[in-house]
């Protein structure tokens, strides 16, 4: 029965998404000159009743317990881990949108609050291909989130052979102090 019900909410929420006007309020897309794109996009958000501003999260209370990159197509990303085939390596000759995805850990609270990322993209020559926000958040009673976003094109080969690697900060803001929260993520296109 979770599969029905994965495919009912999935299928629910195409179909709002594209009947409702003005439905990309949660979708972060931007676009490059040579044609790529940053993709940050979930159905959980899309569906949410989150309200337009939300308090920060402060660095301090969080820590990251994992982190992966999968491979994905054009549109919705799949919802949840499981639906997901993550992999430190992928061949060039198919890569479309490289995702990172990180699992963080948290206190919970009583409200929804942002955490929102800012990510770059650098090539094996450290030369920095994309920056991008991972408009992010954490609903109220969770003490465990995945957030995720991707950079990439719709087909296959814009990504060129080699190793790259994300680097992927959150911020807190209005603590007083300069404190933050950092991670690399490395993969290869061969």
Not at 6 to 11: G, I, M, P
Not at 110 to 117: C, H, T
Not at 120 to 136: G, Q
């Amino acid at each position: 029965m979770p599969g029905l019900k994965y495919l009912f909410l999935t299928c629910l929420c195409i179909i709002l998404y594209t009947l409702v006007p003005e439905n990309t309020e949660n979708e972060s897309v931007e676009t490059y000159a040579n044609g790529n794109v940053a993709d940050n996009f979930s159905i959980g958000e899309l569906i949410s009743t989150r309200p337009k501003t939300l308090d920060p999260v402060r660095s301090e209370e969080l820590r990251i317990r994992s982190d992966w990159t999968y491979e994905k197509g054009a549109g919705v990303t799949p919802v949840g881990s499981e639906e997901r085939v993550y992999a430190p390596s992928f061949p060039v000759s198919d890569a479309r949108f490289i995702c990172w995805e990180l699992i963080v850990e948290h206190k919970p609270a009583a409200v929804d609050r942002n955490l929102n990322f800012k990510y770059s993209l650098y090539d094996a020559d450290n030369i920095k291909i994309a920056d991008a926000t991972a408009d992010s958040w954490i609903p109220a009673g969770n003490e465990l989130t995945e957030h995720s976003a991707c950079w990439g094109s719709v087909y296959p080969g814009s990504w060129k052979k080699g190793d790259y690697h994300y680097k992927i900060r959150y911020e807190s803001k209005g603590t007083g102090q300069q404190s933050g929260l950092d991670r690399n993520i490395k993969f290869t296109i061969y």
